[in-house]
């Protein structure tokens, strides 16, 4: 097996697609469901999925399909210190229980991180993930951002490329043309409480029901992701394993379902950033603000911004456990909702 790359190891082009394909079955579903309990009705009811969707097999819940697109896309950040952020992720098609999903990584970018006296030389790159089905249709097109430590603390690898292709604006009009036409009338026809018209921009959500973070690494394990640092104490910068950002985002979206009881679906997310570390059994809670609703027929375009905050555990470094309300999670997304 090749050794897992430095920083310096990376070069713009580097392509990596010798990741094995995932098809996702429904022991997948049930684990993902066991350790986030996402409310979301597509995945959980077949009936229903079948119904609005026309396919046979239940849809796959969004957050599974991007955690298992990030895990196979980490071959060339084996060695990251944190992944930093989100940008530009787009569903181009839906996911049923039976697809398979391969996903191939490029380098487009390299920027070394600024020098700093007693600080070992590390990078950013700039990652393309795109993820493909067993027909070849792309399912998910995005950017993602690793810190990765360079081989010689005290390199100056001269890599400073500008990070401008990874953007977060994703037009109205090519979401809307992504939308599956599936029976709307019928999702929303069945279901009770708040409707897409019943919400509008400025409303804000304090999730009531906090989470605890648990088997972090049995989801990293599961989607095939290679981050040392999520499973090795001994490879993390803190001392500490680090929650892989995934499950911070798939405990924030289970709380989504908590805000949104009618949610359809997750169609993008335009920008999501790390700004602090999770720990094992740090408890998060989350924060929902709407910013814009544009309503459809049958549906409306859910414009959201998520913030979530934790509770530090006794998992996370002696020095900050028991702080609260640290800001860990800051999540730009769009969904459709009934």
């Not at 609005?52 to 071959?75: D, E, M, Y």
């Not at 697809?99 to 600080?119: H, I, M, P, S, W």
């Not at 720990?279 to 959201?304: C, M, Q, R, W």
């Amino acid at each position: 097996m090749k050794k897992a790359p430095y920083f310096e190891d990376l070069s713009v082009g580097d392509e990596f697609n010798d990741v094995p394909a995932l098809t996702l079955t429904e022991g997948h579903t049930a684990i993902h469901q066991a350790l986030f309990a996402d409310r979301s009705r597509l995945p959980l009811d077949l009936e229903l999925s079948a119904r609005v969707t026309g396919h046979a097999k239940a849809l796959v819940n969004p957050a599974l399909v991007c955690n298992v697109a990030i895990g196979q896309s980490t071959i060339p950040s084996q060695r990251v210190m944190g992944n930093l952020f989100y940008r530009g992720l787009h569903f181009h098609r839906p996911v049923f229980v039976g697809d398979t999903l391969k996903t191939t990584t490029r380098v487009v970018a390299l920027r070394q991180n600024r020098v700093k006296e007693n600080r070992a030389a590390s990078g950013m790159a700039a990652l393309e993930v795109h993820v493909t089905n067993q027909t070849g249709e792309t399912v998910l097109l995005f950017w993602r951002c690793p810190m990765i430590p360079c081989r010689d603390p005290n390199a100056d690898t001269g890599c400073n490329d500008s990070f401008e292709r990874m953007r977060e604006d994703i037009p109205d009009s090519r979401l809307v043309s992504a939308i599956p036409e599936w029976d709307y009338d019928h999702f929303r026809g069945i279901l009770t409480g708040k409707h897409f018209a019943d919400y509008q921009s400025g409303d804000r959500f304090e999730i009531e029901h906090r989470d605890t973070v648990t088997l972090a690494t049995e989801l990293v394990r599961m989607t095939l992701n290679m981050a040392m640092t999520h499973t090795d104490a001994d490879r993390s910068v803190y001392g500490k394993r680090l929650v892989y950002g995934g499950h911070t985002i798939s405990i924030a979206a289970a709380h989504l379902s908590l805000a949104f009881p009618n949610i359809i679906t997750i169609l993008a997310w335009y920008k999501c950033d790390h700004v602090a570390p999770v720990f094992e059994y740090d408890i998060l809670n989350t924060v929902v603000h709407v910013e814009e609703v544009l309503p459809a027929d049958s549906f409306g375009l859910a414009k959201i911004h998520v913030e979530v905050f934790a509770t530090r555990g006794p998992e996370a470094p002696e020095q900050a456990q028991g702080d609260e309300n640290i800001k860990v999670l800051d999540w730009n997304l769009a969904a459709l909702l009934a």
